[in-house]
Structures are given as C-alpha cells and as structure tokens.
C-alpha cells in the first residue's frame, strides 16, 4: 500500500487549491482539522474499515459530528473522501494542507530546543534573527533538553543548526581519538 502522505498529497492540494481561490484559507483549515480529529477517534477509525458503513453513512457521520466547522464545501470534500475510502489519510491531508498554507502565507514552523528554557527576551532575538535569515515570519515553538548540556538546536524543514555544546563535546572527542 501507497504511503500516507503519497495518498494524502493530491487531496490536500485540491482542498488547498479551492482555499486559495476562494481567499478562505483559516476556514479551511479549521474545518480540515475538525474532521481529523473526528477521524482519530479510535469509535470512528473502526467504523471507517467496516464493509457494512457505506461511504455515504460514513461522511453524514464525520460532517455531523464536525458540525458547521465543516461548512458546504467542507462536507463536500468529506463525502468525496469517504466514497474514495480515503477518510483514514484526513489527518495527512490537514498537516499537508497547512504546510501548503503556511508557505503560501510566508510562514515557517521553527522548533529551538535548548538546555534550559528561553526568556521571551532571548525568543524574540532569536526569532527576529530567523526571520532575517529564512526571509518569512517565523512561528517559534521552544522546547528544552538538558542533555544538549549548553546551546540550542533550531530546526525548520530541512534547515537544521546545532549550536549544542554536546555536539561540540562530541565532534572534539571525535577528532581527539581519530
């Protein structure tokens, strides 16, 4: 079977594609995380394997349940979803929706880990430097890890800087017994 996020792509693409033409971003994406969350649940996930739940039976459930989150065209994507039997990859599809989302709008997920926690002084160096850097509004998410000794470790997709001092402890015992 196909990766999820394979599976997923073209779905969320679609969706943010009608997003993007209708200027409803923010709408759509709360709707497509609704209906993910409705999906998650282990009562649901069981029904969305079951041969006696119609496709039809199943999207009525999911846009019920989502309310009017979900909106028309919210409900339309749903049941097109459910007749493809693709319901299982809703949560792919809201993460890659808002990946699509976020460079569309000019903004990167930014994740520092550091030894101890940051001040909001420290945060809003850090993230007016990023944003020099990558040239996009950074949303900074702070995380901290006693093991990394000293330093930080800042990641954004592919990009990844680590100033930890255990990885400079490391790279000097590493030439040290080369």
């Known amino acids: 079977m196909a990766d999820k ?9 679609a969706a943010f594609e009608e997003a ?21 649940d282990a009562r649901v996930r069981a029904l969305l394997d079951n041969p006696r739940v119609t496709p039809e039976q199943l999207a ?10 979900l ?16 319901l ?12 699509l989302k976020d460079a569309e709008q000019g903004v990167a997920d930014v994740t520092v880990t550091s030894a101890a926690p940051l001040a909001a002084r420290q945060q809003q ?11 996009r509004t ?8 006693p093991a ?15 100033g930890s001092l255990r990885t400079r402890l490391e790279r000097i015992a590493y030439e040290l017994t080369a």
């Open 5 to 13: 996020t394979t599976i997923a792509r073209p779905y969320a693409r």
């Open 20 to 40: 993007r033409d209708t200027k409803q971003l923010e709408p759509w994406s709360q709707a497509l995380h609704v209906a993910a969350a409705v999906v998650e």
């Open 60 to 69: 009525q459930l999911v846009s019920g349940i989502a309310g009017p989150k």
């Open 71 to 86: 909106g028309e065209e919210g409900a339309n994507f749903v049941r097109t979803l459910a007749v493809n039997r693709r």
């Open 88 to 99: 299982p990859v809703l949560p792919e599809i809201a993460e890659l929706f808002d990946t």
């Open 125 to 135: 160096a850090l993230s007016g430097a990023l944003e020099r850097r990558l040239k």
């Open 138 to 145: 950074v949303r900074l998410h702070c995380a901290t890890d």
């Open 148 to 162: 990394l000794i000293g330093g930080a470790v800042v990641k954004s997709g592919d990009l990844v800087i680590d």
